[in-house]
């Protein structure tokens, strides 16, 4: 794997702009087509957002994604990862919440399991729980067909721009006139609406609806989020309601297998240099300048860089027409989450039985009902971090104590909500109160929590934003509303990765799909560059 830092002049095909996982899978598949392809990474070290780093002795530690399972299985095969040392580790619990009383309820993989489970608080809702787990397969199936396509550029649709969107067409015809009319009803709809159809004990429509806004600036009330249970459950098994499965070595090891692949198949992977512009002649991307000055020329370039920087810091708005920067000005990038990591000296006690330790082998929720969500979200709304958070918890080291030294166990916490900008003081002056408040919340379910506490990393929004990259400290590079999915993703009437300027192309989360760990928008993009530049 090569990193060099100084390149001298030479020509490509491609060159990456970033490598994290989506940027990285670009120059894969980019790569393992024959092209010769060189990926530019501003840090030392590679991932992004899924990248880790040594925050303790001993320790790699994630700082974004907490599991991988919205990784396209069809790239694991394609580009041969598990050659590269990829392994996969599934919890046997999905999520645990905690009700406002302390007692967990626990979401199994095992569908009847978990009914069973439920029953100890409705036996209606027990009743009805795998229907509606079927249902939350059955739609999610459908999205799933959708996240390797590429949208068409509205107005103006091509017959070949349709072509593949018939596969996910027949599937949802497929489904029968009932299910089909439920799905069209569901996506709009908030997730406290569509859940309320559903249940009845708050701590069960918590566990399930507390999906709908990880890395959201918006309530479980808002329209939209029941698109975002079902998108979060892409790729799931039959019986399971979020797709979770951790990477044996934590997210960096799905890193490391990308950058081999793309390596081997002859990728150039450079790090501890940045992008500082997109070159540019008679409106055509021709290369890019680095800081140290060095000018690179390629027939495509593709930035895994939101579209707002990489439009503005790298084009420059004196390049665009006014109604593309006006239209750049308009995504909402709003950040709201925060990460807390812990290394600990001991598991700390929760509510469970040391019998029931599979209870925490998955996402631990901290939120026992959608009342107490909404009014987490009041708080952001108002230029505030919440006060009473929401928090989503894994205990990597139970399933993979490899991560951590002997006897110790590391815990990764998501905060929400937690704007970028606060309405009063900054995050220079906010972080030991966010780190106090998170700690207290996490307390009230275990009570020696501080006790177990060896050490800690805290990234706010702007740390996210200084040291990731992510503009806003939005992990998914554009909140994913319903009027930022699609065709209008990252703008309207620019959906197919292609951007303004001939020759650039976008390939990070702020591309079709969207967010998370999937792969999908450097993979689409990477396919679109190959016929693009197939046909030339």
């Given amino acids: 794997m090569s990193m060099n830092r100084s390149l001298g002049s030479r020509d490509y095909d491609a060159i990456v702009i970033g490598a994290g996982h989506n940027g990285l899978t670009a120059a894969a598949i980019l790569a393992k087509s024959g092209l010769n392809v060189l990926v530019i990474e501003r840090r030392q070290i590679l991932g992004g957002a899924a990248s880790a780093e040594e925050a303790f002795a001993g320790c790699q530690v994630s700082v974004g994604a907490l599991d991988a399972g919205l990784f396209l299985p069809q790239l694991i095969a394609e580009l041969g990862l598990e050659r590269y040392g990829l392994r996969w580790i599934e919890s046997p619990a999905l999520t645990t919440v905690f009700a406002s009383s302390g007692k967990p309820l626990t979401l199994w993989r095992d569908v009847q399991r978990t009914a069973r489970e439920i029953a100890q608080y409705s036996t209606e809702d027990a009743r009805r729980y795998p229907e509606f787990v079927a249902q939350v397969y059955q739609l999610s199936a459908v999205l799933a067909e959708m996240m390797t396509l590429t949208p068409p550029a509205l107005p103006v649709v091509h017959l070949s721009d349709l072509a593949g969107w018939l596969r996910p067409a027949l599937q949802a015809r497929r ?25 009845e004990t708050p701590a069960l429509k918590s566990a399930l609806g507390s999906t709908s806004v990880i890395g959201q600036m918006q309530g479980p009330r808002a329209p939209g989020t029941a698109f975002l249970l079902l998108y979060h459950a892409i790729h799931a098994a039959q019986g399971e309601t979020r ?12 890193i490391q297998a990308l950058a081999r692949s793309a390596s081997e198949h002859g990728a150039e992977l450079c790090t501890g240099l940045a992008v500082v512009k997109v ?9 890019v300048e680095l800081e140290n000055g060095e000018c690179l020329y390629a027939r495509a370039m593709l930035s895994s860089l939101d579209a707002r920087r990489t439009l503005f810091d790298l084009v420059g708005a004196p390049n665009l027409e006014v109604r593309m920067v006006r239209e750049v000005k308009n995504i909402r990038l709003s950040g709201s989450l925060a990460r807390l990591n812990l290394l600990l000296s001991d598991l700390p006690q929760f509510n469970i039985q040391e019998a029931e330790r599979e209870r925490i082998s998955g996402h631990i929720v901290i939120c026992p009902d959608l009342d107490y969500l909404e009014r987490a979200y009041d708080d952001a709304k108002y230029g505030q971090f ?42 220079n002056d906010q972080r030991q109160a966010l780190l106090e408040v998170a700690l207290d919340t996490l307390a009230a379910y275990a009570p020696d929590l501080r006790r177990c506490i060896l050490d800690y990393q805290l990234l706010t929004p702007l740390d996210l934003e200084r040291e990731l990259g992510l503009s806003e ?28 300027l001939d020759g650039l192309y976008l390939c990070g989360a702020g591309a079709h799909p969207g967010g998370g760990l999937t792969g999908a928008p450097g993979y689409n993009a990477a396919r679109q560059v190959l016929r693009i530049l197939s046909a030339r």
């Fill in 473 to 500: 400290g939005d992990i998914y590079q554009g909140q994913m509303g319903l009027d930022q999915l699609l065709f209008m993703r990252p703008i309207p009437g620019f959906p197919q990765y292609r951007m303004p």
């Fill in 243 to 254: 797709s979770s499965r951790f990477v044996q070595g934590g997210p960096q090891a799905l």
């Fill in 175 to 199: 489904l029968g006139e009932k299910a089909f009319m439920a799905m069209l009803r569901i996506l709009p709809m908030s997730v406290a609406d569509y859940l309320d159809e559903w249940f």
């Fill in 386 to 427: 919440s006060q009473k958070p929401f928090l989503d918890v894994v205990i990597p080291t139970i399933t993979d104590p490899s991560l951590a030294p002997a006897e110790r166990h590391l815990m990764n916490i998501n905060i929400q909500y937690t704007p970028r900008w606060l309405k009063s003081g900054d995050w």
């Fill in 279 to 287: 070159l540019i002649n008679d409106d055509r991307a021709i290369g």
